[in-house]
């Protein structure tokens, strides 16, 4: 089975973990669109057009479904694609109704991109939810994701200024649950934690995308909890930009999370 993970960079490595519990066998193509990143300063045209390439490099690759590991290239791209999509499409969307239903009281603090914060697929998923303009708070961190990408030397000193000096200020006395909709924010979800309070609660899209990826494969879900990460994995890696560079600081990303890949090229094509 081969499944495609799709970012504007590393961000998607972390939704690719989550699928990598549910689903350790098989073949993942990580494809980063680092030629274009960021996405979320970019028109939703433009978003569009590189997911729809990805797309087809996908399908060139011959995946069995596709994960578009991105909030703003799901808010900009996913339902377009899904009309004329030839596998399973499965997208990424805030984790604002598993936020709303665990904690039931207060503020929900949504962290995200100019495109996911302004988009339609927002105003609609607040719009269906019980008390979900009410209580759901969006803020655009433009640039945060940026300098999670860049994972230069001072990368997490630059992060945790940022979200003193941009977030912090959002979290008001009723907010007891952040829900980040960025997937580079999750490589920073300790920082995020200390920087709003120890009380907060941290969530994210992750575990539902790889359950919903179960799902459409037909794939049984045999635990309520996230199974172990497996110490081996089959991925590939493509970014369009910088691939060596790239893929090198994603090799080293997977290996601090436990797991290393199989000795096999990056590009399947």
Known sequence: MRIGIFDSGIGGLSTLLSCLRYLPDAHYLFYGDSAHAPYGDKSPAQVREWTEAAYAWFIAAGVDAVVLACNTATSAAVAPLRERADVPIIGIEPAIRKALTEHPQGGVLLLATSITVGGEKLRNLLNLLENGQERVRPLACSGLAEIIEAQDADWRLRAGRY???????????????????????????????????????????NEGVARQLCRRLGVPIRTDTAPPLPRHARISLYFTANNDVKSHLARQLLAASGVRMDSQPDSPL
């Open 163 to 205: 979200l003193q000096a941009q977030v912090r200020p959002a979290r008001t006395a009723d907010i007891g649950v952040v829900v980040l909709g960025c997937t580079h924010y999750c490589w920073i979800d300790d920082l995020i934690h200390d920087t709003l309070g120890g009380d907060i609660t941290v969530v994210d899209g």
